[in-house]
């Protein structure tokens, strides 16, 4: 069965620190993979996606940057945080070619707060 | 306008009662497919439910079961025999066929539900 791990699971980072986030998927090949942020008691937002090594699609400009150095590695930069940073990543995973139906699984997330 | 609208922030259900979740939403496209994920206070998004645009019947899952009127634009969730563990934020999503390569998901506000013992 797939797996999706994410970490660190919490992380506390002064304003102008560089950000890491790491994400993995075990058990399928070739996964779509998603970048989304929730502020607190919001919906998602999505970031970024990546439907193969070193494709990266941007959604929203911001300071972030995203990677895909292998097919089931997604990670998640910055080189200087900024405190409208803080929030919930969460990574995610799908297969498929773009359908409507193609449903996306969560990791556990990262909470990050920027101080 | 907003394409997912969740208009209840917080609702209240008696273990083993059943509870209906209310999601509409907004798309010109003929194409679309909602989902239902349910995120306790961990943090995880745990998908629960998928329905198609195109789908004749309403899906179910277990104790979920989606309430899909077409017309009206509604896709309400319904937990039926609600557990304690059912408590948790519940998001309403929207994949429309136009989305095309972005592969976006369009999230609601959610939907807090506490069930009490």
């Known amino acids: 069965s797939q797996t999706i791990h994410q970490w660190p699971a919490t992380l506390v980072q002064p304003v102008g620190s560089p950000l890491s986030l790491e994400c993995t998927v075990e058990?399928?090949?070739?996964?779509?993979l998603y970048w989304y942020r929730q502020a607190a008691g919001r919906g998602l937002q999505l970031l970024f996606y990546?439907?193969?090594?070193?494709?990266i699609s941007s959604e929203v400009p911001q300071n972030l940057s995203a990677s895909r150095p292998q097919d089931r590695q997604f990670i998640l930069s910055s080189k200087k945080l900024l405190l409208s940073d803080s929030g919930f990543y969460l990574c995610a995973w799908s297969v498929g070619h773009g359908g409507v139906g193609e449903t996306q699984y969560f990791g556990p997330g990262t909470r990050l707060l920027v101080l | 306008a907003q394409k997912i609208t969740q208009t209840q922030p917080g609702m209240f259900v008696q273990e083993k009662e059943a509870v209906t979740l209310d999601c509409t939403y907004d798309t010109s496209d003929p194409s679309y497919g909602l989902f239902w994920y349910k995120q306790p206070s961990s943090g995880e998004m745990i998908f629960l439910i998928y329905q198609g645009s195109y789908d004749q019947q309403n899906a179910t899952e277990g104790r979920y079961s989606l309430n899909f009127q077409k017309a009206r634009k509604s896709a309400n969730l319904v937990i039926s025999a609600s557990q304690l563990g059912d408590s948790a934020m519940y998001f309403c999503?929207?994949?429309?066929?136009?989305?095309?390569?972005?592969?976006?998901?369009?999230f609601g506000s959610g939907t807090q539900l506490t069930v009490l013992p």
């Open positions: 990546s439907v193969g090594i070193g494709q």
């Open positions: 058990g399928t090949s070739n996964p779509n």
């Open positions: 999503a929207m994949r429309e066929r136009t989305s095309g390569s972005a592969r976006q998901l369009t």
